[in-house]
């Protein structure tokens, strides 16, 4: 199937301001893509692209004073079925994981292991290691947390949406890639589109989303405990230890967001 995917960010500044923007397609879905969906700005102005630690591909920016806008524009083709649910992956011994997954199980900005590690063995050490463990972290997660924009904090962190008990999609997130940390399984913070094609209307307005990526039975597996459910037309842009590796933008100066849209549509072959 074709998506027509993209977004539009719009921006007040008083200044000059440097940004980093995080906003095109993760390079492993690049080659879907019909056209190269660069960042285009109004006014224009240099881009500088480069890739982040995590291969991540970042545009560098400085938006002049006033009103500024940034955006992506473009179709990819994807094969139009859920995420694959896979219940035979196993959970591999801490020992035998790829040294490129370790710093997956270590705490970070967003994903205190060390505040969550006794909770996280009392609630799930009962439960099957390998794909059920990570899908009884993710039912726990989402029965737990309530979703609300209005509930958004910037800087709430995986020990507070256990005990707030409430969250948007990145709050999910990060308390499902805590509590699978704290059980050994290497567990990455991920960020992009995910549509809602196959899904019931009505439809809410359409955002940017999170999940995550576990290492099980030898790859990275798809785990979403804010849906909980497969899903059709997840296209990744960034993944990184948590949302702190990969905001949308980050702006080194004062900035007011004026206006923010984004969309995922399916379009007729």
């Known amino acids: 199937m074709r998506i027509a995917i993209g977004c539009e960010l719009s921006y007040a500044l008083p ?17 879907q893509l019909e056209r190269p969906d660069w960042v285009v700005t109004t006014p224009a102005v240099p881009i500088e692209s480069y ?21 992506t524009d473009s179709v990819i083709r994807d094969h139009g079925a859920p995420d694959p649910v896979d219940w035979s992956a196993g959970q591999h ?71 707030e008990g409430r969250g948007v999609c990145r709050d999910f997130t990060h308390l499902a890639v805590t509590f699978c940390r704290c059980m050994n399984i290497p567990a990455r913070y ?5 549509s ?11 955002d940017f989303a999170a999940w995550m990526e ?6 990275w597996r798809v785990f979403d405990p804010r849906n909980n459910s497969p899903r059709i037309g997840r296209i990744l842009i960034a ?16 900035n007011a967001l004026t206006g923010f849209r984004v969309w995922t549509d399916q379009i007729p072959d």
């Open 93 to 163: 011994e801490v020992a035998d994981l790829p040294a490129e997954t370790l710093q997956f199980l270590l705490g970070s900005r967003y994903c205190e292991t060390d505040r969550l590690s006794e909770e996280a063995w009392r609630l799930f050490a009962g439960t099957p290691p390998g794909w059920a463990r990570v899908q009884a972290i993710c039912d726990f997660v989402h029965n737990h947390v309530t979703f609300g924009y209005e509930h958004s904090r910037a800087t709430r962190t995986a020990a507070e949406t256990y005990a």
């Open 15 to 31: 200044a000059d301001t440097p940004l980093i923007a995080m906003l095109t397609v993760h390079h492993s879905r690049a080659p």
């Open 196 to 206: 809602d094609i196959g899904q019931p209307p009505p439809y809410g307005p359409m």
């Open 214 to 219: 576990v290492w099980l039975g030898g790859r």
């Open 51 to 71: 890739r982040d630690v995590f291969g991540n591909w970042c545009c560098r920016l400085v938006a002049p004073a006033g009103a500024f806008t940034l955006g």
């Open 190 to 194: 991920c960020t992009g589109y995910v």
């Open 239 to 254: 993944q990184g230890r948590d949302a702190a590796d990969v905001p949308l933008t980050h702006t080194f100066g004062p």
